[in-house]
């Protein structure tokens, strides 16, 4: 019997799911899998394609919401945080007016990644405009501006496992 690896960005999941994955890890085969569901990385690799993006997705879903003033691939975000992305909400009073912008950063891992995984992420990043918490409300959202908000976010977890433990898969 395999003793199981904590598999840290699965931990809260079911033990059979991370048995299945822990099995392709063995195996040598998750790259495979995950190759089979996403063969090719998105192209979405710089900062201005990235807003040109996450403003896409906001006009369709969210015209509503507080502007964005900055939105880019963060390379310290993966490391430092142990997040995937960030929404800042930054407050400050200039000249007796009080000022407040909106940012979204992505973890740069997302640079060569699937689109669905990007989009998952940009998704989650648009609901914390509306919901700060992640409740109920937050993912009724994101299920509306993405209808396999779940699925995909379990196979992003399985993506990162695969990147943390046996490298890149998109070149």
């Given at each position: 019997m395999t003793t199981l690896a904590p598999l840290?960005?699965?931990?809260?999941?079911?033990?059979?799911?991370?048995?299945?994955?822990?099995?392709?890890l063995d195996q040598d085969r998750l790259s495979v899998f995950l190759l089979d569901r996403y063969p090719e990385p998105h192209t979405i690799v710089n900062d201005?394609?990235?807003?040109?993006?996450?403003?896409?997705?906001?006009?369709?879903?969210?015209?509503q919401s507080d502007p964005l003033s900055k939105i880019i691939y963060d390379p310290k975000i993966?490391?430092?945080?142990?997040?995937?992305?960030?929404?800042?909400?930054?407050?400050?009073?200039?000249?007796?007016?009080?000022?407040?912008?909106?940012?979204?950063?992505?973890?740069?891992?997302?640079?060569?990644?699937?689109?669905?995984?990007?989009?998952?992420?940009?998704v989650h990043e648009l609901a914390h405009l509306k919901e700060k918490a992640h409740n109920k409300n937050f993912y009724q959202l994101c299920l509306h501006m993405q209808p396999h908000y779940h699925q995909l976010e379990f196979d992003m977890r399985v993506y990162l496992t695969q990147l943390e433990l046996k490298g890149a898969i998109y070149l």
């Open positions: 840290k960005y699965l931990s809260a999941y079911s033990p059979a799911l991370q048995q299945q994955v822990q099995q392709l201005k394609a990235l807003r040109s993006y996450v403003m896409a997705l906001k006009e369709r879903y969210m015209k993966h490391v430092i945080k142990n997040a995937l992305g960030l929404h800042s909400y930054v407050s400050r009073v200039q000249g007796g007016k009080l000022k407040s912008k909106n940012e979204i950063r992505i973890g740069a891992v997302f640079k060569k990644a699937p689109e669905p995984f990007l989009n998952m992420i940009c």
